[in-house]
């Protein structure tokens, strides 16, 4: 699979490296970002927090929009 941001711009020798965990295209080394998540889980009723955050896959149109 290719990269679609290099696509779009002109570029498609890029190879994606993953899909975006957020509109599923691929995307490339260079148009992704590696974001951290906590997990939660339930222990009873109270949700407990991962002291490890889990990681995930982001373009850089989708991490845009999650920051506006």
């Known amino acids: 699979m290719h990269c679609y941001d290099c696509s779009q711009e002109g570029h498609n020798e890029a190879t994606g490296i993953g ?3 957020r509109c599923g295209l691929f995307t490339c080394a ?28 982001v373009c850089g149109a989708c991490r845009t929009a999650e920051a506006a």
């Open 19 to 21: 899909c975006c965990t």
């Open 30 to 57: 260079d148009h992704s970002l590696i974001m951290r998540s906590p997990v939660q889980r339930p222990i009873g009723v109270i949700p407990m927090t991962s002291a490890l955050p889990a990681r995930r896959l």
